[in-house]
């Protein structure tokens, strides 16, 4: 398939600048969610620090959803008995307030969707005071094979407007709302998805709460890099941190993954009941400046030898993120050149999980990762290196032309 210019809609330009940061109700609350657990969940974000952390989207996934009056408009079920009231309350807080719907004609879990009613939805949505819409594929997959067949240029074509024909429909609003592409990677979305309006797009599958499902989505984005970027951002979908099916190291490994990744962090898990361990992983104002780094580009795969893994990821002013990840279950020793990641023995290096400056000797570093553990520096050159016309896999993944500073983004 052939990559499109990835030129953001209308409604799409200025927002997510860098990758959205919040909560979302799916992972822990599932079809139970009510409008007292958003509450709740927006209290927890103003007084964990969360908020001041920069989580301040307070999304709410599926089951919201009442019937259509005799107008067609969308009205909420006895869960949320007032949308408005809510929006207002999470943003008298510093919050923003984001939905879940469908171009199908209804949801995963069975509510109604948006088909026919996307105009109608989007206005609804702007009088709510909603800001931010996860759109999710679910039954509009059988709207495509019952028209289109076998016909897979027109079930594209349809996948595409579908998505098309809700950003603009939330354009016509006037009102700024980030839109969420959920369709698990179909057609390549990372391609298309930003000339359809979209400010990010899920990558596969639903996540769950377990290291397999993590790791095997997390270290599986790579041929998505180059398409991310400020305003539009690849999803490898929510984070299961504080969630149990982890252990403390896994969920280290889940967060520095993500943040390399210039992931959206959303977290999933119940904020009322968050250990000090879970906050603390959540809320690293280190870590979570690489994933919202200005410069927006997602981290790749330096080097890899067994179950080691070291990643790279350019920071503005010509910083480097490293990640160094173990996917064994045994601690695992490791040696490597920091060459790998464009520093030399120079560098200022940095552990970002544990605050500390770190020494090294010559121009390798030597760490001990504990098992499914990670490690997250920062180096910083003493002189910002320029891309030398060799640097293949910079060039390959990042698209930075020969004599680029490390660090800049290509015009």
Known sequence: ??????????????????????WNSWNHFAGKVTDADVRAAADALVASGMRDAGYVYVNIDDTWE?????????????????MKALADYVHSKGLKLGIYSSPGPKTCAGYEGSYGHEAQDAKSYADWGIDYLKYDKCSFGDVIRKEAGNDHAK???????????????????????????CQYGDNDVWEWGASVGGNLWRTTGDINDSYQRMAEIGFGQLVQARYAGPGHWNDPDM??????????????????????L????????????????????????????????????????????????????????????????????????????????????NAKLRNLWTGENVVISGDKYVTTIPGHGAVLLKGTPAKIPEVACSSGPWNEHLGLPCGHAAGSRAQ
Do not use: C
């Not at 009442?66 to 007032?82: C, L, M, W, Y």
């Not at 984070?239 to 390399?260: A, K, S």
């Not at 080097?303 to 010509?318: C, F, M, T």
């Open 66 to 82: 009442g019937e259509r009056d005799a107008q067609g408009v969308i009205h909420t079920n006895s869960k949320f008995p007032d």
């Open 262 to 345: 210039a992931a959206p962090l959303l977290a999933g898990n119940d904020l009322s009941k968050m250990s000090k361990e879970t906050l603390a992983l959540l809320t690293n104002k280190d870590v979570i400046a690489v994933d919202q780094d200005a410069a927006g580009i997602q981290g790749v795969r330096a080097w890899a030898q067994g179950p080691l893994e070291v990643w790279r990821k350019p920071l503005s002013g010509g910083a480097m993120a490293v990640a160094l990840f173990n996917r064994s279950a045994k601690p695992q020793s490791i040696t490597f050149d920091l060459k790998t990641v464009f520093l030399d023995e």
């Open 239 to 260: 984070l299961e941190i504080g969630n149990g099916g982890m252990t403390e190291e896994e969920y280290r490994q889940h967060m520095t993954l993500w943040v390399m």
């Open 155 to 181: 079930a594209f074509a349809m996948e595409k407007a579908a998505y098309k024909k809700m950003h603009d429909a939330l354009a016509a609003t006037g009102r700024p709302i980030v839109f969420s592409l």
């Open 1 to 22: 398939m052939q990559a499109e210019a990835q030129t953001p809609g209308s409604a799409s330009t200025g927002l997510a600048a860098t990758p959205p940061m919040g």
